[in-house]
């Protein structure tokens, strides 16, 4: 099955700052490739996501960029602010086909601080 | 527009008991999702339901079922609970069978 890899597992940034969170996918039929937050007592949200024939997204600060050949996509922040400070998960999927939903297959989570 | 509705919130339980989760999706979605959440093993898929139908199961054993009323509405159930079973259960729904939406969660505690 499927196995995605995300690092830092923690990143402190100073507020303004920029924050890179890389992750890494082992099915090349994975297609489809989001991002989500999770506040302290929250269910994760969404916050942006790609699918395998885009190379890159923006909105507003942040951006996710997909690399199909090395498997690896990565999620940027621009500006940071503290209400940046959660945990961020990336997460793989195959989608469409008709067979329904296999499921996200998610990273372990980075640790976002931002430091005023 | 209400979001993704789980009750009870928390629960506690001893070991051997069963429990029941509760989950309301976004009016309109049809497709439900459940997750486990735990330190360890951070996100894991539990299974999806669409139509009323389990269109596929993570790798879970048969302690864990779930269940799709006409309405959208799930439910979850764990028998005979184990000490390793306590975590925090998510339930999302789907429109698009993409982009999910994540309620806050039920917290199971085993003791």
């Known amino acids: 099955g499927e196995n995605v890899e995300q690092h830092p597992s923690t990143l402190s940034v100073q507020e303004g700052d920029s924050a890179v969170i890389k992750c890494t996918y082992s099915?090349?039929?994975?297609?489809?490739f989001p991002w989500y937050k999770q506040e302290l007592g929250k269910g994760p949200q969404l916050i942006i996501d790609i699918r395998s024939n885009v190379g890159e997204k923006k909105d507003q600060r942040i951006a996710v960029t997909l690399n199909k050949t090395a498997k690896h996509f990565s999620l940027h922040i621009t500006e940071t602010q503290p209400e940046d400070s959660a945990v961020y998960f990336c997460?793989?999927?195959?989608?469409?086909?008709?067979?329904?939903?296999?499921?996200?297959?998610f990273g372990k989570g980075t640790h976002l601080i931002i430091q005023p | 527009k209400a979001g993704v509705t789980q009750t009870p919130r928390y629960l506690i339980k001893t070991r051997g008991q069963q429990v029941t989760l509760s989950c309301s999706p976004i009016?309109?979605?049809?497709?439900v999702s459940w997750y486990q959440q735990t330190p360890g093993q951070g996100l894991q898929f539990l299974f999806e339901y669409f139509s009323e139908t389990q269109r596929n199961k993570g790798n879970f054993p048969g302690r864990f079922s779930g269940r799709q009323f006409s309405n959208s509405r799930s439910e979850m159930n764990v028998s005979t609970l184990e000490l390793g079973d306590s975590a925090l259960y998510l339930c999302a729904s789907s429109l698009d069978l993409e982009k999910l939406f994540f309620g806050s969660g039920t917290q199971l505690s085993v003791l």
């Open positions: 009016s309109g979605h049809r497709s």
């Open positions: 997460a793989a999927s195959i989608t469409g086909g008709g067979g329904g939903a296999d499921g996200l297959t």
């Open positions: 099915d090349s039929a994975s297609n489809y």
